[in-house]
């Protein structure tokens, strides 16, 4: 079974630019989930998505964090325009289904805005 | 603010040696997963423990559970050099939504 795919892997802009991360979850997994990982911290849900309706957004900076998962499969987040304090790693993450169980964590894009 | 915190934060141990670290919540959990993170990949789920166990095993990771004292713990037996990584624990709580909620980890060097 394949893991969860991500892509980028790292990615250094300037502050004020523009950054897409790309996800594609494990096969028949209907719950994504993207998470930010500051240095030295734990993750951070940002956005939970159920299928291609999102569950759960609470935590996302939604002036500059925009995330979608139009045909719920493949998941985008972007984040337009960048920040300094953005810079960490933007982990995806896909489960079974809506109640919380094990998740399946991508490696990760290391976010470095400059 | 988070809902799990680990201690220690950073543990160094000889290979062979047993490594335990606890994880400390504020609220009243459904239940609580251990993650463990190698350098530079993603996470990897060790083991998930509900709010109505004490106790599960899983090879040579033991974990505990004490919801009087809103703690658990994760015991690493006979270690290797290669359970070298961060360790984060994780609840999900209906007070936070459902969503699961990660501590700020502990980091574990098993010295060869």
């Known amino acids: 079974e394949a893991g969860v795919a991500q892509s980028p892997r790292y990615k250094i802009i300037e502050k004020r630019q523009s950054v897409a991360f790309w996800c594609n979850p494990i096969?028949?997994?209907?719950?994504l989930y993207w998470y930010q990982q500051i240095l030295g911290q734990g993750p951070k849900l940002l956005i939970q998505f159920q299928n291609n309706g999102v569950v759960d957004d609470s935590q996302l900076p939604k002036d500059r964090f925009s995330a979608e998962r139009l045909k719920g499969v493949d998941s985008t987040l972007k984040i337009q325009p960048a920040k300094l304090e953005d810079s960490a790693v933007y982990l995806c993450?896909?489960?079974?289904?809506?109640?919380?169980?094990?998740?399946?964590f991508g490696p990760g894009t290391r976010l470095t805005v400059l | 603010s988070q809902q799990g915190e680990e201690d220690p934060q950073a543990l160094s141990i000889q290979e062979g040696e047993n490594a335990t670290m606890n994880c400390s919540y504020k609220?009243?959990?459904?239940?609580l997963q251990w993650y463990r993170q190698n350098s530079g990949r993603g996470l990897v789920h060790l083991i998930l423990i509900r709010s109505n166990e004490r106790e599960k095993h899983s090879g040579r990771l033991r974990v505990t559970l004490d919801t009087s004292k809103k703690s658990s713990s994760l015991l690493i037996t006979a270690s290797r050099a290669a359970d070298t990584a961060s360790y984060f624990c994780?609840?999900?709580?209906?007070?936070?939504?459902?969503?699961?909620?990660f501590g700020g980890g502990t980091r574990v060097l098993v010295k060869p």
């Open positions: 609220t009243s959990i459904n239940n």
């Open positions: 096969s028949g997994h209907a719950t």
């Open positions: 994780a609840t999900d709580a209906k007070a936070a939504g459902n969503k699961l909620t």
């Open positions: 993450a896909s489960s079974r289904g809506l109640a919380v169980n094990e998740q399946f």
